[in-house]
């Protein structure tokens, strides 16, 4: 059974904020699926918000419940969960979550269509793609294991019952595949091979992009039938990093810190990229 939808007014004003970004009304198909969805169910009762110096500051339900359920539905990203003092997991902010959404099509393309979400956390994204797809389309894979099994709690009392998957998104997971979209809610410098390999021909993927030379942006990138990808860069995403496995063997005990320079006028958004 669904749980009940969103505090109806929490929702509107959580719209409004989406729209004011996105600089258009949050297409109809995709606010009812924020509206049916409701966020502060995917968030525990400690959360963490930017407080604009670049740290964080705490929002604990037991203490202040009322400014909890606002931060819950204002258009910010909320992290999670701490590791080593940095951040490890969050809910995306919001307006993020929908234009990676818009760009991928999901406010016109009809189901069925059969999707990845890397990166699990919350559930709240894969919940979403539950409410717009159907749960049977919706693969989601969570690296951490505590947070896979609370991402499929939160999605088990919202109502929703996509396949959970506790691994690394970089491998992907073949036993669902090929997808129609990959989505990635975390960044990476390269396409891992894995999920060219695991898309359909001509299926999307959307990945916010972290490298030496292009710092936050989305690309989205078609499958072509050699097996590449082309697409473009978008601009804004702020994701945290994928987790990769910690090295076995030790690196070099003298690091090469010699640097090369050069420069280029070409605009990493503008530029369509071959991957
Ligand atoms: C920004 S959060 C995702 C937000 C989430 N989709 C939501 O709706 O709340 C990024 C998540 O990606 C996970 N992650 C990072 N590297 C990963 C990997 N290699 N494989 C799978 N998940 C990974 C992190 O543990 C973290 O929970």
């Known amino acids: 059974m669904r749980a009940p939808a969103a505090p109806a007014a929490h929702a509107q004003q959580l719209l409004a904020q989406i729209g004011q970004f996105l600089g258009h009304p949050v297409p109809p198909v995709l606010?009812?699926?924020?509206?049916?969805?409701?966020?502060?169910?995917f968030l525990p009762d400690r959360i963490w918000r930017g407080d604009g110096q670049g740290g964080y500051e705490l929002c604990d339900r037991t203490v202040e419940p009322d400014r909890w359920l606002e931060a819950a539905y204002t258009d910010v990203s909320l992290v999670t969960q701490f590791?080593?003092?940095l951040p490890t997991s969050s809910a995306s902010m919001p307006s993020m979550?929908?234009?990676?959404?818009?760009?991928?099509?999901?406010h016109t393309l009809p189901s069925p269509l059969s999707v990845v979400e890397m990166g699990t956390a919350t559930g709240f994204n894969a919940a979403l793609l539950c409410a717009l797809l159907g749960d049977q389309a919706v693969t989601t894979i969570e690296w951490d294991a505590a947070l896979a099994k609370v991402g499929e709690r939160n999605l088990h009392m919202a109502g929703?019952?996509?396949?959970?998957?506790?691994?690394?998104?970089?491998?992907?997971?073949?036993?669902?595949?090929?997808?129609?979209?990959?989505?990635?809610?975390?960044s990476v410098?390269?396409?891992?091979p894995a999920w060219t390999a695991q898309t359909a021909q001509g299926g999307r993927i959307l990945t916010p992009w972290n490298s030496a030379w292009c710092?936050?942006?989305?690309?989205e990138a078609t499958t072509r039938p050699d097996g590449s990808a082309q697409g473009r860069f978008h601009p804004f995403a702020a994701y945290m990093p994928m987790r990769r496995p910690r090295p076995t063997t030790p690196g070099p005990t003298t690091a090469d810190h010699s640097t090369q320079h050069a420069t280029t006028k070409l605009s990493p958004w503008a530029s369509p990229a071959a991957i």
């Open 31 to 41: 606010a009812q699926a924020l509206r049916t969805v409701p966020r502060h169910l």
């Open 83 to 85: 590791t080593e003092g």
């Open 97 to 106: 979550v929908l234009r990676t959404l818009l760009l991928a099509g999901l």
């Open 160 to 186: 929703y019952t996509p396949t959970v998957v506790r691994g690394d998104g970089a491998a992907g997971w073949p036993d669902r595949a090929p997808y129609d979209l990959i989505l990635s809610t975390f």
């Open 189 to 192: 410098d390269h396409l891992p």
């Open 215 to 219: 710092c936050y942006g989305t690309l």
